[in-house]
């Protein structure tokens, strides 16, 4: 029994190393690249709130509010903090209460991590930052445009947009979005 | 003999041509010095304006104290006319500025009641414009000041009270005239303002209000301290609500040579509909004063204004009725979806990559066949 075991041990050792080289292959290390960069990310966000303010929370909402105004619909932002990022997106009949989270930063620190995780090319990646940050300052404003625009003409529907239309659209935006990059990344070579 | 006649034909053409030229211009000039002028006086604050009455120019003086408005016309001779309650004999001026007032100073009446000088009226202007305010303050011993409507886009939640007009009533100082909020008969009894739904409707309606209050208060803005004086419902939506404060005793006295001060507010009903919006606006005069002293004719004061949708107040937190009202938050949503599809579409990606040939590398017969990552 134990001479059958030993002529199997080979191939029990070789198999537990081909076990472990592929649970310790890229899939794992972009797991655990992708908690540490999300954790990164998240530690400069909860240090740097007011830069978050105003890198990406002013720009998005003071931008949703110039189109809202360019398309005829009157909306104005009141009482920005400049700490919490919180603000009140008034419309004519509806006012938003906007923070951090409605501006769909914490999809697009997951974003972030994801592209710093992924195992490609450095100058890769800082493409993948260059198109995912700008992409999201878009949708975002895109997105507080489309609520106001709702708010405006259908505003018996906005819990509808906001909680089932615009989640499926958010989602379908960030996989996409990162589908691209990725299907880009996956003609290069990793670097080891 | 020949220079005089040729002085004569000269001057005679010359006077000729200044004369066809006058006549032709005529006052046409005034067209559009009149604008550039009223346009200056508007920037300097000066309760004056010129207007082109046919071929003459009137000059009014338009005091912001008291009902009087001075008219002056620059013709052959001056005519200064007094426009005033109990002064010119006209009757009381629905409003200070009405083409009415500038039509009297056309009519016989107004003539026979106007004095007749020989004296620039801009001189004129000047003189009674200086004695104006004590001949006033003979006449109306109260005008308002910091009439404050609604400011900016805010939100009320169901059941509570939100200011929406404030006033301050001054005693002009005559000491023997005591001056009260509201009077009892006639015309404007008390504050008389105008809610309406915004230009594009949401459906506001007299129910989305309890009542309106009047209160008296140590400065513009409603807070404890303030005294409850009277209310007013229903709120008539696009038309005018109109709160009588007679009946609130001493609240309504404004102190001599002093200032009182006024809030009106709107008690949001529980059961109002969230998205309904309001503004708040007032016509001239829309506040009645009894001035004991002056006789049996109160007065009539306060200025306009406007009703404006950038100045609104929205009722609750929006279209969908919440309880307490609100704001809409409107969160991102679906990071956790994203979270789950991001790392596991990125892992399923790195074995693609690593497989290309075999998408599933668990089928494939030889482990390190499908690990393509080269070393750089």
Redesign the interface.
């Known amino acids: 029994m134990l001479t059958r075991l030993a002529s199997h041990r080979p191939a029990i050792t070789g198999g537990i190393a081909?076990l472990w080289r592929?649970i310790s292959?890229?899939?794992l290390r972009?797991?655990v690249m992708?908690g540490i960069w999300l954790g990164v990310t998240g530690v400069l966000f909860e240090r740097w709130r007011a830069v978050w303010v105003d890198l990406f929370m002013v720009p998005v909402t003071s931008s949703a509010v110039l189109v809202l105004n360019f398309l005829g619909l009157?909306a104005?932002l009141?009482g920005l903090d400049a700490t919490t990022g919180v603000c009140?997106l008034?419309l004519?009949?509806?006012?938003?209460?906007?923070?951090f989270?409605?501006?769909?930063?914490?999809?697009l620190f997951?974003?972030l991590a994801?592209v710093l995780?992924?195992?490609t090319r450095l100058t890769h990646r800082i493409k993948g930052l260059g198109l995912v940050i700008p992409a999201f300052l878009c949708y975002?404003t895109f997105?507080?445009v489309t609520?106001g625009v709702v708010?405006?003409h259908a505003?018996?529907h906005?819990?509808l947009f906001?909680?089932y239309v615009?989640?499926?659209v958010?989602?379908g935006f960030?996989?996409t979005i990162?589908?691209y990059w990725?299907?880009s990344a996956?003609t290069e070579?990793?670097?080891? | 003999m020949r220079c005089s006649l040729l002085f004569l034909v000269r001057f005679v053409a010359a006077s000729s041509i200044a004369v066809c030229a006058w006549e032709a211009i005529s006052n046409a000039y005034l067209r559009p010095v009149i604008p550039v002028v009223n346009w200056l006086l508007t920037q300097q604050d000066l309760p004056l304006h010129l207007e082109q009455r046919r071929d003459l120019l009137l000059y009014v003086y338009e005091p912001v104290v008291g009902g009087l408005r001075l008219q002056a016309l620059d013709y052959d001779s001056v005519y200064l006319n007094l426009i005033a309650v109990r002064f010119a004999g006209l009757s009381a001026p629905t409003s200070p500025y009405s083409g009415a007032m500038v039509n009297d100073f056309h009519t016989e009446t107004a003539r026979s009641a106007s004095l007749s000088y020989f004296l620039p009226p801009w001189l004129w202007i000047a003189v009674v414009g200086l004695l104006l305010p004590c001949m006033s303050a003979a006449q109306n011993d109260s005008f308002t000041q910091n009439e404050a409507g609604l400011t900016?886009?805010t939100?009320v939640q169901f059941g509570n009270e939100i200011q929406i007009y404030a006033f301050e009533v001054i005693d002009a100082a005559d000491p023997g005239i005591t001056v009260e909020l509201g009077k009892i008969s006639g015309g404007v009894v008390g504050v008389q303002l105008t809610i309406s739904d915004?230009t594009?409707t949401?459906g506001l309606v007299s129910a989305d209000f309890t009542n309106l209050r009047l209160y008296r208060s140590l400065d513009l803005f409603l807070d404890g301290t303030d005294t409850f004086m009277a209310s007013a419902s229903p709120v008539n939506i696009g038309a005018i609500t109109e709160i009588d404060p007679t009946l609130a005793g001493a609240s309504r006295l404004v102190p001599e040579a002093g200032s009182a001060f006024f809030v009106v507010s709107a008690r949001i009903s529980p059961a109002a509909t969230g998205?309904?919006?309001f503004r708040v606006g007032t016509t001239n005069l829309n506040i009645g004063v009894e001035e004991s002293g002056v006789g049996s004719d109160p007065n009539i004061i306060g200025n306009q204004v406007l009703a404006d949708?950038?100045s609104h107040i929205?009722l609750g937190?929006?279209?969908?009725k919440k309880a307490g009202g609100?704001?809409?938050?409107?969160?991102?949503?679906?990071?956790k979806?994203?979270?789950f599809?991001?790392?596991s579409?990125?892992?399923y990606?790195?074995?693609?990559?690593?497989s290309p040939r075999c998408p599933c590398?668990f089928n494939t017969t030889s482990?390190g066949s499908n690990r393509l990552?080269?070393?750089?």
Request: charged share 15%; net charge positive; with cysteine.
């Open positions: 081909s592929r292959g890229d899939g972009f797991c992708f009157q104005q009141n009140q008034v004519e009949n509806v006012i938003y209460r906007v923070s989270e409605c501006r769909g930063i914490f999809a997951l974003c994801s995780a992924y195992p975002s997105r507080l609520l708010a405006h505003p018996q906005i819990d906001h909680l615009m989640v499926l958010n989602i960030v996989l990162w589908m990725v299907r996956g070579r990793i670097p080891r | 900016g886009i939100q915004l594009t949401t998205g309904h919006a949708n950038a929205v937190g929006g279209p969908a609100g704001a809409v938050t409107i969160p991102f949503g679906g990071e979806a994203t979270l599809l991001l790392v579409s990125g892992a990606a790195l074995r693609r990559r690593s590398r482990p990552m080269t070393v750089d």
